[in-house]
Every structure is written in structure tokens, then in C-alpha cells.
């Protein structure tokens, strides 16, 4: 698979990188607050941490971490969306050629689909 592909699901790709930060905080957090004595013991949540141990720390960290990598990306990408849904709507050729080189970085970025849709677009206003 190209990274043209890749780029494609990068919304999703930060869906479950979000989604795996969140769990390991859940767990990771609440093995940290039982261990201290914070929290009483839940046998469900002790079954799904009790294998990683001390590890748990760490699950907590990067949990934390991965959580808000995966927030970035979602919201950059939403943003990036929403930019080129902008620029492309608009219905001067003017105002689309001042921002050509911008919409090619952004759908260079977001993925083929986004590139076709601004080719397309090119060849309506017949900018090369």
C-alpha cells in the first residue's frame, strides 16, 4: 500500500491511536490509584491489568501520550478538511488560484482523494 493510501485513513489512524491512548489511561490509571491504596480493588479492571504489573506506569505515560497524538491527528486533520472544503468551494477563479498552492499542500496531505477532487477542479478553471 502507497502512503497516498495511508494518508487516506489518517482520520481513522488517529481514531485508534486515540482510542488506545484512552484505554491504557483507564487502565494504567486505575492500577496506579489501586496500587496507592486510592481506589478499592474492581476484579474486572484487576483482570485486565494484572498482567502488565509495574508496567502499568509506563501503560499510564504513554497512554497519555498516544491519547493526545491521537487528538492532534484527528483534529488536524478535520481542520485540514474543512480549510480545502473552503478554498474549493469557493467561485472565483481568482480567489482559487491565490490559494492553489495551499490546496496542493493540503491535498497532498489528506490523501488521493483530495488530490483528484483538486485536479478536477483545475481542469474546470483550466489552471495548469
Known amino acids: 500500500m502507497s502512503w497516498s493510501k495511508v494518508r487516506e485513513y489518517r482520520l481513522h489512524i488517529g481514531v485508534a491511536i ?3 491512548g484512552i484505554y491504557w489511561i483507564i487502565t ?3 492500577w ?3 496500587s496507592t491504596g486510592f481506589i478499592e480493588k474492581d476484579t474486572g479492571m484487576d483482570y485486565l491489568t494484572a498482567w502488565a504489573g509495574n508496567w502499568n506506569y509506563w501503560f499510564l505515560i504513554i497512554g497519555i501520550i498516544i491519547a493526545i497524538i491521537g487528538a ?3 483534529f488536524d ?3 485540514k478538511r474543512l480549510k480545502f472544503e473552503e478554498y474549493m468551494s469557493s467561485e472565483s477563479k481568482r ?3 491565490s490559494n ?7 491535498s497532498y496531505k489528506l ?3 483530495y488530490q483528484n477532487m483538486l485536479e478536477e477542479k483545475k481542469r474546470k478553471w483550466r489552471v495548469k
Open 28 to 30: 494504567g490509571g486505575y
Open 77 to 79: 486533520t478535520a481542520r
Open 111 to 113: 490523501g488521493e482523494k
Open 32 to 34: 496506579v490509584l489501586q
Open 72 to 74: 492532534w491527528f484527528i
Open 100 to 106: 492553489l498552492k495551499e490546496l496542493e499542500e493540503i
Open 95 to 97: 480567489e482559487f488560484v
Open 18 to 20: 486515540l482510542i488506545l
